[in-house]
């Protein structure tokens, strides 16, 4: 089991950044990628961007240039750098983490609301 505790959301003006923690405990020697997905009023959970232990990162096409994942593997913990938010980028943001063989963890969520 990976536990994980997720920090960093709130209210935020079009155009201000924020920045997204995730940090992991429980069986982290398992993992082999950790991401962040997000879900809009409506809408389906999608992938915003995610880091495999290779160091490959894939971004959404609609955060590409504007969001950076990146880890610290020493303290087992993700982060999502926002830059430039926009209003339709607000959505309750979740930290995922994939093990091996199969396994996959979800955060308990954080609010994102970007507006004037």
């Known amino acids: 089991q990976v536990q994980l505790v997720e920090s960093g959301g709130g209210l935020v003006q079009p155009g201000g950044s924020l920045r997204l923690s995730c940090a992991a405990s429980?069986?982290?020697?398992?993992?082999?990628?950790m991401g962040w997905y997000r879900q809009a009023p409506g809408k389906q959970r999608e992938l915003v961007a995610d880091?495999?232990?290779?160091?490959?990162?894939n971004y959404a096409d609609s955060v590409k240039g504007r969001f950076t994942v990146y880890r610290d593997n020493a303290k087992n913990t993700v982060y999502l750098q926002m830059n430039s938010l926009k209003p339709e980028d607000t959505a309750v943001y979740y930290c995922?983490?994939?093990?091996?063989?199969?396994?996959?963890?979800w955060g308990q969520g954080t609010q994102v609301t970007v507006s004037s």
């Open positions: 995922n983490v994939r093990t091996f063989p199969r396994g996959s963890y």
């Open positions: 429980g069986r982290t020697f398992s993992i082999n990628a």
């Open positions: 880091n495999t232990n290779s160091g490959d990162s």
